[in-house]
């Protein structure tokens, strides 16, 4: 007969177990609370979603370079590009950082990827720039702490409120809560354009 300590430690592993297999339909992977979030695990990590879910598996030899562009300060998101000359497929990808809780109080931590190709990266970048533009003008009307603004871009929702450098940027994405500081996003901007140009 098993010891009590022992029947609750199985138990325990088992309801971890599911909730992490529940949880996993949206989240690409789950991993220890203890690892921190940054750009060079992002890019590892990416690397695989990119094979897997972008570019696809082949038999023959496909090359591609990619680049981790720029991480926040909160480590909520940090974006890469990538670029596939044998599959002619680049863009811009979005790896996503969370903590999450489950009905048992279970705290784990877990990450996803979002791709938006070259020309949807572009896109969303110059409307950013737009919006970033009405909410300057429009903070002149009203106290500069209450001025925001949001839209949709394919199914990621940002809100952006004035900041020293520019915008902060905050995207809802699924389950993720991510903010893109206004020094990341600048970053990023900066650093695909001239990325990309040399492509």
């Known amino acids: 007969m098993l010891p009590m300590k022992l029947k609750l430690s199985i138990t325990f592993l088992l309801i971890f ?3 992490i297999k529940a949880h996993s339909q949206f989240l690409f992977g789950i991993m220890s609370i203890s690892k921190e979030f940054n750009k060079d695990q992002s890019l ?9 879910e972008v ?3 082949s038999s023959e030899t496909v090359l591609f370079d990619a680049d981790a562009l720029a991480a926040t300060s909160t480590l909520e998101v940090t974006s890469l590009a990538f670029n596939c000359v044998d599959k002619g497929k680049g863009g811009l990808i979005f790896t996503f ?10 705290v784990y931590s877990g990450y996803a990827f ?3 190709s070259k020309d949807s990266a572009t896109t969303l970048l110059t409307k950013l720039e737009k919006e970033k533009e009405k909410l300057f003008e429009y903070s002149k009307i009203i106290p500069e ?6 839209f949709t871009f394919s199914d990621l929702t940002f809100l952006l409120k004035p900041e020293k450098f520019g915008a ?3 995207i809802f994405w699924k389950s ?6 206004a020094e990341a996003y600048n970053r990023t901007k900066r650093r695909m354009e001239r990325w990309f140009s040399k492509r």
């Open 176 to 181: 993720f809560d991510a903010e893109w500081s």
């Open 114 to 116: 979002k791709y938006l």
């Open 97 to 106: 950082w969370g903590n999450f809780w489950n009905d048992f109080g279970v």
């Open 17 to 19: 177990a599911f909730s």
């Open 168 to 170: 902060s940027i905050r």
């Open 145 to 150: 702490s209450d001025a925001q603004t949001y």
């Open 44 to 52: 590892y990590l990416a690397k695989k979603y990119v094979i897997d």
């Open 55 to 57: 570019l696809g598996k």
